[in-house]
């Protein structure tokens, strides 16, 4: 044991890769499962195979990267890893400890983690929790290979990853969102396009960066932009009010909280 199996290098596995590489992880610790040959990873020392029903060693750690849909098929073949004790931490969306338990035997060694896009920039914030005989030992290997790309929070109360995912998971689609409906805004008001996204996005990454850099609560950096009587206050008074961003933002959050809960099944 001690190699480090990652299934599924998408989006999030592979910028999760990326950043344990970088951090020193030697290739030669780590084993890739991933059907999409464009995806597959050549590296040199790195072993890249189709399908996790190649590995026969059993590693240390199983990451499982794949959609939630894909997880029941993912799952039938790494139960004899479970069975050898390896640890699994996975990112999937809604997917439960008890499901978890459920397919991989019930003293199967789970830590359910829910990371985001920024992890490709090493600026992820990922949230943990362990399941029933994860060592603490273990939980600082996983700490390792979340904190590679970022911030990596732990928690006690599983329930909790529903919000969570709808929070820090999804939400860089929601700054995204907020980046083009700017820049949209701003075309209507005689921008050139390309001049209006600039715009947008170079403010959204800038007050970003003075969010990361600043002591100042969010509120405050707001307040901040805000003269008394001058152009901000004006757009605030649309944005704050009783039918502004809130209320949407309470609906969408709870939306995607929501169907965090199905995909549990
Ligand atoms: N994209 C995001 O913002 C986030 C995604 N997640 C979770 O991460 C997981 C992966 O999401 P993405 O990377 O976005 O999806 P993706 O579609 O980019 O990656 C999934 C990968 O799994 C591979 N795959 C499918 N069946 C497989 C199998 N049997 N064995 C090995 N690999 C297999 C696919 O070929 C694909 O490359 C999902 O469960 C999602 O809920 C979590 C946090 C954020
Ligand atoms: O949309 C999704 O289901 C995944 C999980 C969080 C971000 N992307």
Redesign the pocket.
């Known amino acids: 044991m001690g190699k480090l199996l990652l299934?599924?290098?998408?989006?999030?596995?592979?910028?999760m890769l990326d950043g344990w590489l970088s951090r020193g992880l030697p290739a030669s610790e780590v084993i890739v499962?991933?059907?999409?040959e464009a995806?597959r990873p050549n590296k040199p020392g790195l072993c890249a195979v189709?399908?996790?029903a190649e590995v026969r060693e059993t590693p240390e750690i199983v990451v499982?990267?794949?959609?939630?849909q894909?997880?029941d098929?993912?799952l039938s073949?790494l139960r004899r890893f479970a069975e050898e004790g390896a640890v699994f931490l996975?990112?999937?969306?809604?997917?439960t400890l008890k499901y978890f338990r459920s397919h991989l035997g019930p003293s199967a060694k789970i830590v359910r983690a829910?990371?985001?896009?920024p992890?490709a920039v090493r600026q992820g914030i990922t949230v943990a929790t362990a399941g029933g005989g994860v060592s603490e030992a273990q939980k600082k290997k996983c700490q390792e290979l979340l904190e590679a790309v970022g911030q990596a929070v732990w928690i006690e109360d599983e329930a909790l990853m529903d919000p969570v995912?709808a929070l820090s998971?999804?939400g860089?689609?929601y700054v995204f969102l907020l980046v083009e409906a700017m820049a949209a805004a701003g075309t209507k008001l005689g921008l050139a396009p390309e001049m209006a996204m600039q715009l947008a996005r170079a403010t959204v990454v800038g007050s970003g960066e003075l969010l990361r850099q600043s002591a100042e609560p969010a509120a405050q950096l707001r307040v901040n932009v805000t003269s008394p009587g001058g152009t901000t206050a004006e757009a605030l008074k649309v944005l704050m009010a009783d039918d502004g961003l809130q209320p949407v933002f309470d609906k969408a959050l709870a939306a995607a909280s929501r169907r965090s809960k199905e995909?549990a099944g």
């Open positions: 299934v599924g290098c998408g989006k999030m596995g592979g910028a499962a991933e059907p999409a995806l189709a399908s996790s499982l990267a794949v959609k939630p894909s997880m098929l993912v073949d996975s990112i999937a969306a809604g997917k829910m990371p985001n896009t992890a995912t998971g999804s860089p689609a995909l």
